[in-house]
């Protein structure tokens, strides 16, 4: 069964902290990706990883970084917390899209529920 | 720029009755269409795909989609609704970047009464 795993369902953070948030992939998906859910908002996209050391930005990257440093991990880091970044935070991973499967669908985590204070 | 809208915030049928969710895109190119459902405190599941060939598609869970070109829409619908589907609905388009941009509309949350 395919599996992506978020390292914590709720935080609460303080403003002004380091915030690091940690998906775990066990598929050997090439591509990963970091949203955020905002109710009448959607998903909105922040970065995406498609190999390792590889990053590219989002929709909206303001305020956050990203690592991939192996495969099946991919961070979210918030270098210094804001209210306005108050959110629930998807982590989800994809195959490489090619052949018979021309655009493949994501598999996501249970998301993380960050309150910043 | 693509986009996805998903005309109801929300919706309320009786349990047994029939179901559609409505979703419009604006994709210049032949779109990948996704349904997607998020029950609470969970992540997104996919429920159906489409990408060519029978514009009809059938999904997980009793659910289908419609793709209509010339309306641009990608509607979902089930015949008989059950408490459990009782969830968030989204609506996503992909682009054709190498699979990597996927548009995801606002969602419709879907309430079942008995």
């Known amino acids: 069964d395919v599996k992506v795993t978020q390292s914590s369902r709720y935080l609460v953070k303080r403003t002004g902290e380091k915030v690091f948030l940690e998906c775990v992939q066990d598929?050997?998906?090439?591509?990963m990706f970091w949203y955020r859910q905002d109710p009448g908002l959607g998903l909105r996209l922040i970065y995406f990883s498609y190999d390792v050391k590889m990053k590219e930005k989002g929709d909206i990257p303001e305020g956050y970084s990203v690592s991939r440093e192996k495969k099946e991990r991919f961070s979210l880091i918030l270098e210094s917390a804001s209210t306005n970044q108050t959110s629930m935070y998807l982590c989800?991973?994809?195959?490489?899209?090619?052949?018979?499967?021309?655009?493949?669908?994501?598999?996501f985590g249970p998301g993380t529920r960050l309150t910043v204070l | 720029a693509q986009s996805v809208t998903q005309p109801d915030i929300h919706i309320t049928v009786s349990e047994g009755a029939s179901l559609e969710l409505r979703c419009n895109y604006s994709y210049g190119a032949t779109p990948y269409l996704f349904w997607y459902v998020q029950s609470p405190g969970q992540g997104l599941q996919l429920l159906l795909k489409y990408f060519s060939g029978d514009t009809l598609v059938q999904g997980i869970k009793g659910f289908e989609a419609e793709f209509k070109r010339s309306q641009s829409s990608f509607n979902l619908r089930k015949p008989s609704v059950h408490w459990s589907d009782a969830a968030e609905y989204f609506c996503?388009?992909?682009?054709?970047?190498?699979?990597?941009?996927?548009?995801f509309g606002a969602g419709t949350r879907l309430f079942v009464k008995a």
């Open positions: 996503a388009v992909g682009e054709d970047t190498g699979g990597f941009k996927t548009i």
């Open positions: 598929m050997d998906h090439e591509n």
């Open positions: 989800a991973s994809s195959p490489l899209a090619g052949g018979a499967a021309p655009y493949n669908e994501q598999f």
